[in-house]
C-alpha cells in the first residue's frame, strides 16, 4: 500500500501519461481515476469494458440486464396462454450520483480548449474551401482536405457529447 501522496503522485504520472499500461490492483478508487479500460475475467471468458471499476460494474449490470429481458422475451414467446405466472423483473435501483473521476476532472478542464482547437481548424477549412481556387488543386489534395473536414466535425461531435455528458455529472 502506497502513502496518499504517492498513490495521488502516481495517478497524476499514470493519467498523463500517453502510452499503455497493465494495471493490476484491488484499489477501486485507483482504477475509477486511472484506467481508460478495464479486462475482466468471467464466466470462463475475458471481456474488455471501457472506464474503470464502477464504469464496468455498470455495464455489467447492463448487460445482464439485457440478456436476462432478451432471455425472457424469448420464454414469454414460447410460453402460451397468460404472463401471470411469469416472474416479474426486479424494479432499476435509483443511480446514485457520482463524482467525477481525477481524470474525468482532467479531461473537463481540457474540452472547451479543445473544442475551441476544433471549431477553429473547421471554420479554417472553410474558409479554404470557400476560395474557388481551393479546387484548382490536384483532385486527391481535395478528397484529403474533406476527408479531414468530416473527421474534424465528427470530432467535435464527439467533443460535445463528451463534454455534456462529464457536465451533467
Do not use: C
Amino acid at each position: 500500500d502506497l502513502d496518499t501522496e504517492t498513490l495521488e503522485l502516481l495517478e497524476e504520472r499514470l493519467v498523463a501519461f500517453e502510452g499503455t499500461v497493465l494495471v493490476v490492483s484491488h484499489d477501486r478508487e485507483f482504477l475509477n481515476n486511472v484506467v481508460t479500460s478495464s479486462i475482466v475475467f468471467e464466466d470462463g471468458n475475458v471481456r474488455e469494458y471501457v472506464g474503470g471499476y464502477d464504469d464496468w460494474q455498470r455495464q455489467r449490470t447492463q448487460r445482464l440486464a439485457a440478456t436476462a429481458s432478451r432471455d425472457k422475451g424469448k420464454s414469454t414467446e414460447k410460453a402460451s396462454g397468460s404472463n401471470a405466472d411469469a416472474p416479474s423483473a426486479k424494479p432499476a435501483a435509483p443511480t446514485a450520483k457520482r463524482k467525477l473521476t481525477y481524470k474525468e476532472q482532467q479531461e473537463l478542464a481540457r474540452l472547451p480548449d479543445d473544442i475551441e482547437r476544433l471549431e477553429a481548424d473547421i471554420a479554417g477549412l472553410h474558409q479554404a474551401m470557400a476560395d474557388p481556387s481551393f479546387y484548382k488543386q490536384p483532385g486527391e489534395l481535395v478528397a484529403q482536405e474533406q476527408r479531414r473536414l468530416k473527421e474534424l466535425e465528427s470530432q467535435l461531435s464527439t467533443a460535445y457529447t463528451r463534454w455534456e455528458e462529464l457536465e451533467s455529472v
